[in-house]
Nanobody, 111 residues
Framework: QVHLVEFGGGLVQAGGSLRLSCVVSGSIFSVGVLGWYRQAPGKQRELVASITTGGSTNYADSVKGRFTISRDNAKNTGYLQMNSLKPEDTAVYYC?????WGQGTQVTVSS
């Protein structure tokens, strides 16, 4: 059975940084697209970033230059490094891998 667990959310001041981690268990992590989505209160869930098996990345315009997605296949873990955080980045962040989803982790950025 596949499980995704996110770590690293929390409260940070504007301009600060957080690193989210997503640990995948129960399957071969090295194959499959890893993605991070977020959902703010009253808004639709949106794709923040994704990374393919080969390492190609894609970012939402709102986070380009501030967020970096990466993966360590040896550790079955994906990451989202978030720098220069803004209050509008406040949301629940979800990790996805193939068709599977994590439970989400709250990121709150105070002004």
């Amino acid at each position: 059975q596949v499980h995704l667990v996110e770590f690293g959310g929390g409260l940070v001041q504007a301009g600060g940084s957080l690193r989210l981690s997503c640990v995948v268990s129960g399957s071969i992590f090295s194959v499959g697209v890893l993605g991070w989505y977020r959902q703010a209160p009253g808004k639709q869930r949106e794709l923040v970033a994704s990374i393919t098996t080969g390492g190609s990345t894609n970012y939402a315009d709102s986070v380009k230059g501030r967020f970096t997605i990466s993966r360590d296949n040896a550790k079955n873990t994906g990451y989202l490094q978030m720098n220069s955080l803004k209050p509008e980045d406040t949301a629940v962040y979800y990790c996805t891998w193939r068709e599977y989803w994590g439970q989400g982790t709250q990121v709150t950025v105070s002004s």
